[in-house]
C-alpha cells in the first residue's frame, strides 16, 4: 500500500540499482507534482493541467504525455520513488511543450532529482559534512566561505544560516576580511566547476597555513584538483542524459545544487546540536532590515 503525502510526485517507472545500499530510480519520467493528499485531488489537478496545456498549444504540435502510475511503497516502507523522498534519485523531467509553465517545472525537476541523485552518491561525505557544520555551530569557530560569482552567492545563503546558529562566518571578498589562517576553524568553498583559480589558491593558502583548518568542499564530481584541497568534498553529480534542463543558462543547475545542499546541511547540523525553532530566532539579527523572526519576548 502506497503511503499518503502532502507533496507527491507521478513518475513511470522504469528500473532501479543499488547505489551505496540505497536502491534508487535509474530512468523514470516525472508525470507531476501535487500538493494533496488524495488521489482523487491529484487526477483533479492533472486533468485541469491537460487541459489548460491543451488550450495553450491548439494548432500545435502537442507532445504525448505518457499515462502516470502510482509509486510503490519500498519493502521497508520508505517510499523510494517520489520526488525529494529519502531514496529518490535518477529522474528525468517530462519534455514540456511550448509553454512557460512546463519549462519552469521541467527546469525544477531536473534540479531537484540531481540534489537528490548527488546526496546518494555522496552519503559518507554528506554526514561528515554536517557534522563538522555541526561542531563549528558549537563552538563558535570561524568559517570562511569561498567562492566567485553565483557560485559565491549560492554559499552565502547556507552562510548566512550558519551564522545564526553560533559560527563566525566570513565571505571571501566581503567587507570584512577573512579571519586570519591561525584562527583556525573551517572553510566551505563553492564551485560550481571547481576550476575557480581564486578558490584554489586560498584553499591551498589555508592548507599551507595551517593544516588544522578543516574545509567543506563542493564542486563538480571531477574536480581533482578541487577534491584534493578538502577534507570533506561532496561532487556534484548530475548527468545531463537523466537530468536534462530545458529552461538553464551557464551552470545555474550546479549553483543552486550547491544552495540547497549546503542549506539542508546547515538545518540538518542544527538539528544534531538540539536547535529548535526559538534558538534560531535568538541568533537572527534584529537589528536592520530583516525579517519577522527575533526571538520571542516573554514578560519577565
Known amino acids: 500500500m502506497t503511503p499518503k503525502l502532502s507533496s507527491v510526485a507521478y513518475l513511470n517507472y522504469s528500473g532501479s540499482e543499488r547505489v551505496n545500499g540505497s536502491r534508487v530510480l535509474t530512468r523514470g519520467v516525472v508525470r507531476c507534482m501535487a500538493a494533496t493528499r488524495r488521489d482523487e485531488e491529484c487526477r483533479t489537478l492533472e486533468k485541469s493541467a491537460t487541459y489548460q496545456q491543451r488550450r495553450e498549444n491548439r494548432g500545435r504540435r502537442r507532445l504525448p504525455w505518457p499515462r502516470a502510475k502510482r509509486a510503490r511503497a519500498s519493502g521497508d516502507g520508505r517510499v523510494n520513488n517520489y520526488v525529494g523522498g529519502v531514496t529518490a534519485a535518477d529522474m528525468t523531467p517530462f519534455t514540456p511543450a511550448d509553454s512557460t509553465i512546463p519549462l519552469l517545472v521541467a527546469r525544477i525537476h531536473s534540479i531537484a532529482g540531481a540534489v537528490t541523485h548527488t546526496i546518494l552518491y555522496n552519503q559518507t561525505q554528506v554526514t561528515k559534512a554536517s557534522e563538522l557544520l555541526a561542531m563549528w555551530m558549537r563552538r563558535h569557530q570561524p568559517v570562511r566561505i569561498l567562492g566567485a560569482g553565483r557560485a559565491l552567492l549560492a554559499g552565502s545563503m547556507p552562510g548566512n544560516r ?4 553560533g559560527a563566525q562566518v566570513s ?11 591561525a584562527l583556525g576553524g573551517g572553510i566551505i568553498a563553492c564551485s560550481a566547476s571547481g576550476r575557480t583559480p581564486a578558490v584554489l589558491e586560498a584553499m591551498a593558502i589555508a592548507k599551507m597555513n595551517n593544516s588544522k583548518i578543516k574545509t567543506i568542499g563542493i564542486a563538480d564530481s571531477q574536480a581533482d584538483d578541487f577534491k584534493a584541497l578538502c577534507d570533506v568534498f561532496i561532487g556534484l553529480r548530475r548527468p545531463k542524459e537523466i537530468f536534462a534542463n530545458p529552461l538553464s543558462a551557464l551552470a545555474d543547475t550546479e549553483e543552486l545544487m550547491i544552495a540547497e545542499i549546503l542549506d539542508g546541511l546547515v538545518v540538518l547540523a542544527g538539528r544534531y546540536i538540539g536547535f529548535d525553532d526559538e534558538a534560531w530566532r535568538k541568533g537572527h539579527e534584529d537589528i536592520g532590515p530583516t525579517g519577522p523572526y527575533a526571538a520571542s519576548r516573554r514578560a519577565g
Open 162 to 165: 550558519l551564522s545564526h546558529a
Open 171 to 181: 565571505f571571501m571578498g566581503g567587507m570584512v576580511p577573512l579571519p586570519n589562517s
